[in-house]
């Protein structure tokens, strides 16, 4: 049955995440913190795929509808939705200027005052702008940079010159991390238990993801490699008695955790070696 204005006003979070549908794959994805998301499900080339249509109530349901019908018309033509909108996205950020970007970045400083954000802003417009404002971010190379900053330090500008570095710095990190399509994807729990399904292993009774966390707890533990504070903080585990923890909350171990890592990977090397002889 199609979704009404109503219910999905009324729609209460649960314990767990729930879905309303609409209908032509369209549904509302209600989360227990109470967040609602508009969503499509759609099969391409063999293989169900979902695409975030919008979040409510900043897109209604008439808009949510209106956004569905493009990403079926695609389909109709034989076009995957999920995959033009990354490859749109791609596209757009080859076309960025440095200043589009350094402005993006200036916005994301959230905490600077408004008179240190115009200062800043101002900073970039008379020393940077000027020459790379318009230019593609992706060709720009450090020395473009250094030429802009190195007129500002021959001026005798110290202290200008050295917060446009930083800043700039800054800038092209942030390019990097936020627009650079080939930023690598971590290694999902799914991803290694799909890989040991595939080499045999039945990841229900014989050995899954987090059994490689347990063989290492265990083993470290045993050996006397480590303590057993560092090993847990190596693990990511939390202590659970909130005395203790208060006291050891700080503590990195990161001598010791570097040595048991260290001592960990030659292990799994020698076992490696021994199974290829």
Known sequence: MALTDIKVRTAKPMDKQY??????????????????????????????????????????????RARRDEPRKLL?????????????????????TFKEVAIEWHGTNKKWSEDHAHRVLKSLEDNLFVALGERNITELKTRDLLASIKAVEMSGRLEVAARLQQRATAIMRYAVGDHDPRKPKSVSENMVNKA?????????????????????????????????DAVEKQMSHQERNSVRAAYIHKAGHLDERRWMSQCWAAYLDANRDIKNE
């Open 19 to 64: 879905k309303l549908t609409d209908g032509s794959g369209m549904h509302l994805l209600v989360h227990p913190n109470g967040s609602k998301y508009w969503r499509l499900q759609y099969r391409f080339d063999g293989k169900q795929k979902m695409l975030v249509l919008g979040v409510y109530p900043e897109i209604t349901l008439a808009d949510a």
């Open 76 to 96: 109709a033509n034989g076009v995957d939705p999920g995959g033009k909108k990354k490859n749109d996205k791609v596209e757009q950020s080859k076309a960025l």
């Open 196 to 228: 040991l399904w595939m080499t045999g292993y039945d990841t229900k009774t014989e050995v899954c993801c987090h059994s490689f966390r347990t063989m290492a707890c265990s083993s470290l533990i045993e050996s006397g490699l480590g303590a057993r």
